[in-house]
């Protein structure tokens, strides 16, 4: 039950690439007229996973205008909080190259699984890690990451082999580089990346700034 991203699975290449960049930013609530600069700012920042949440108003529109949008850069597009098989199929049928739970969702990494998509399956405790596993989860999304903590980060790593795990849920510019030392592949960042207040006032070169300190946060992290 491990992750090659080396084979022919579609999602072996955005996964290389969120792990090469290290970096998942969550845009939860960026309206229509901000999204698309949002995300570029974040792509030239470095961080080349974007994810759109699927409980947004007009998510699976935002998940194709941005991979029209951002089709000549290294970015992928995916979609979060996607709670059944159904939300999964249609932000798929949108464009989405990864599709993301926050529980432990069987039915909906299978969906992925048919559809030929990367799957990034909510988990917390080493029943619901197996559970996903079994099920074909790609990746296991830690979440909410800063209710176990980092020593929770590594217990579960270490008897599940050669997993991918990344946490998500309260990680900041100050504990990313911990969550790597802990056994992260890479990290799924909201608020603390994707700053309201540069939005609401149109500075996205903050937004690109701080996109920059995370993904050399974690190369630094990871001593390249």
Same mark, same amino acid.
């Given at each position: 039950?491990?992750?090659?991203?080396?084979?022919d699975?579609?999602?072996?290449e955005?996964?290389?690439?969120?792990?090469?960049?290290?970096? %998942?930013?969550? &845009? @939860?609530g960026? *309206?229509?007229?901000?999204?698309?600069?949002?995300?570029?700012?974040?792509?030239?920042?470095?961080? &080349?996973?974007i994810?759109?949440?699927?409980?947004?108003?007009?998510?699976?529109?935002? =998940?194709? @205008?941005? @991979?029209?949008?951002?089709?000549?850069?290294?970015?992928?597009?995916g979609a979060?909080?996607?709670l *059944?098989?159904?939300?999964a199929?249609? #932000?798929? *049928?949108?464009g989405?190259?990864?599709? %993301? /739970?926050?529980? /432990?969702?069987?039915?909906v990494?299978?969906?992925?699984? @048919?559809?030929?998509?990367?799957?990034?399956?909510?988990?917390?405790t080493?029943?619901?890690?197996v559970?996903?596993?079994?099920?074909?989860? $790609?990746?296991?999304? =830690?979440?909410?990451?800063?209710? %176990?903590?980092? !020593?929770?980060?590594?217990?579960?790593?270490?008897p599940?082999?050669?997993?991918?795990?990344i946490?998500?849920?309260? =990680?900041? &510019?100050?504990? /990313?580089?911990d969550?790597?030392?802990? !056994?992260?592949?890479?990290?799924g960042?909201? !608020? *603390?990346? #994707?700053?309201?207040?540069?939005? $609401?006032?149109?500075?996205?070169?903050?937004?690109?700034r701080?996109?920059?300190?995370?993904?050399?946060?974690?190369?630094?992290?990871?001593?390249e």
């Amino acid at each position: 039950m491990t992750v090659d991203v080396s084979g022919d699975h579609s999602g072996d290449e955005p996964l290389a690439t969120i792990v090469g960049s290290g970096v %998942v930013a969550v &845009l @939860r609530g960026v *309206d229509r007229e901000s999204v698309v600069p949002v995300a570029k700012a974040l792509v030239a920042g470095g961080v &080349l996973g974007i994810e759109i949440t699927a409980d947004d108003p007009g998510a699976a529109e935002k =998940v194709t @205008r941005l @991979r029209a949008e951002l089709a000549e850069t290294e970015a992928v597009i995916g979609a979060g909080t996607v709670l *059944d098989a159904a939300t999964a199929s249609a #932000v798929v *049928d949108a464009g989405a190259s990864f599709v %993301v /739970t926050p529980h /432990t969702a069987p039915e909906v990494v299978r969906t992925c699984n @048919r559809r030929d998509v990367l799957s990034m399956c909510g988990v917390m405790t080493p029943t619901e890690a197996v559970t996903a596993m079994e099920a074909g989860a $790609d990746v296991l999304k =830690v979440f909410p990451a800063s209710s %176990v903590g980092l !020593g929770h980060l590594s217990a579960l790593a270490g008897p599940l082999g050669d997993v991918k795990l990344i946490p998500t849920g309260g =990680v900041t &510019l100050q504990n /990313t580089a911990d969550y790597i030392d802990a !056994g992260a592949c890479a990290i799924g960042v909201g !608020g *603390d990346l #994707v700053d309201g207040n540069a939005i $609401d006032s149109g500075d996205f070169d903050a937004l690109e700034r701080r996109a920059e300190k995370f993904v050399a946060e974690v190369a630094d992290a990871r001593g390249e």
